[in-house]
């Protein structure tokens, strides 16, 4: 027994059918040669990404690298800090209207938050 579309093509004229594979067949060739650009376009961005991804992870390791020199910068200005400010005591100095005293209170805070942010931002690798 044939099958309703076996008696549809074997009505239709042979021309018809013709150009009925013709189009089948040029439909399935334009979507092979999207796939193609598509695949090549994708291989791209994929090696682009790679190369960021390589370039990101290098950047990251050297900040992590400077975590330790960012703490003892920041420990050995807060020890200066404690000795000046010791000192100035002992002399009867108040410093805390000198402008020294805002400067090292806005470094040492912000050279301890920006030393966290790296610390989170450089702990794991980016896949």
């Known amino acids: 027994m044939k099958s309703n ?17 013709l189009g089948s067949l040029k439909n399935l060739e334009n979507g092979v040669k999207a796939a193609k650009k598509e695949i090549e376009y994708l291989l791209k961005e994929e090696n682009k990404l790679e190369e960021f991804i390589r370039a990101a992870n290098k950047h990251r390791a050297g900040l992590k690298g400077r975590i330790g020199q960012s703490e003892s910068l920041y420990k050995a200005i807060v020890s200066d800090y404690n000795d000046f400010k010791s000192k100035a005591k002992e002399l009867g100095i108040a410093i805390g209207s000198m402008p020294i005293e805002k400067e090292f209170n806005k470094a040492s805070s912000e050279l301890k938050s920006v030393t966290k942010t790296i610390e989170s931002l450089t702990k794991n690798p980016i896949a």
């Open 5 to 21: 579309i076996e008696k549809v093509y074997s009505k239709l004229p042979k021309t018809e059918l013709a150009k009925v594979e």
